[in-house]
């Protein structure tokens, strides 16, 4: 199992571009999730996707749109870039079970720059 | 959501335990407490949850206050690798909410 994947790894974008970040994950998880952490900062929730055909807003969710393509794939697209979106960007996937463990698998991060 | 509060940092020796403290006043009593831990340069991994009993696996263990207003992750032999930001977080629904975390650092 490759687990959680996401590309690029490291990106760089002007001021205005738009790109996409693609998540992968093999684990036939329902739930997925993008955070972003900034230096020195614990992860805050830009948007997830409690299953397949459904999105919804996390706590930070302005500027970025969300696709969840199919089971396996979840993809987080910055439509206009801007410097204050420069953060590394997580992917994650959930498994539940009933002993209340809610297991979040994370993916090794998108390092992004908007200059 | 209920929060936590934990230190900005604390220090241990290679091979001694550490007791990492974690403060969650406002729990409810269906929230479970959750760990993760993040390496550098990688993202999160769970240590450990629990709800009111203490609970061990092969990462660590959970100690539990009795009024669960307060919980501690024991690492009982911290190594070099265990050097990391741990979360300590209150689960409620299915979003975990992150807060800055305890950055251990490990001395040998």
């Known amino acids: 199992n490759a687990g959680v994947t996401q590309t690029p790894k490291f990106q760089v974008l002007k001021t205005g571009q738009s790109m996409t970040l693609q998540c992968a994950q093999d684990m036939n998880h329902n739930s997925m999730y993008w955070y972003r952490q900034d230096p020195g900062m614990g992860l805050r929730l830009i948007y997830y996707?409690?299953?397949?055909?459904?999105?919804d807003k996390g706590e930070v969710p302005n500027g970025y749109n969300v696709s969840r393509l199919n089971k396996r794939e979840f993809s987080l697209r910055l439509e206009s870039a801007a410097p204050s979106q420069t953060s590394v960007y997580f992917c994650?996937?959930?498994?539940?079970?009933?002993?209340?463990?809610?297991?979040?698998?994370f993916g090794p991060g998108t390092r992004l720059t908007v200059t | 959501d209920a929060k936590t509060t934990q230190p900005n940092s604390m220090e241990s020796n290679e091979e001694e335990p550490v007791h990492l403290p974690c403060n969650h006043s406002?729990?409810?009593?269906?929230?479970?407490i959750h760990w993760y831990r993040q390496l550098p340069s990688q993202g999160p991994e769970y240590v450990i949850h629990?709800?009111?009993s203490n609970v061990n696996n092969r990462m660590a263990s959970l100690a539990i206050a009795e009024d669960r207003k307060s919980s501690t992750l024991i690492l009982h032999r911290a190594t070099l690798r265990d050097a990391a930001v741990y979360y300590c977080?209150?689960?409620?629904?299915?979003?975990?909410?992150f807060g800055a975390g305890t950055i251990l650092r490990v001395k040998s």
């Open positions: 629990g709800l009111t």
């Open positions: 406002t729990i409810s009593g269906t929230d479970y």
């Open positions: 994650a996937s959930q498994a539940f079970f009933r002993t209340g463990l809610y297991e979040q698998y």
């Open positions: 996707s409690a299953s397949e055909g459904t999105t």
């Open positions: 977080i209150l689960l409620h629904g299915n979003k975990l909410v």
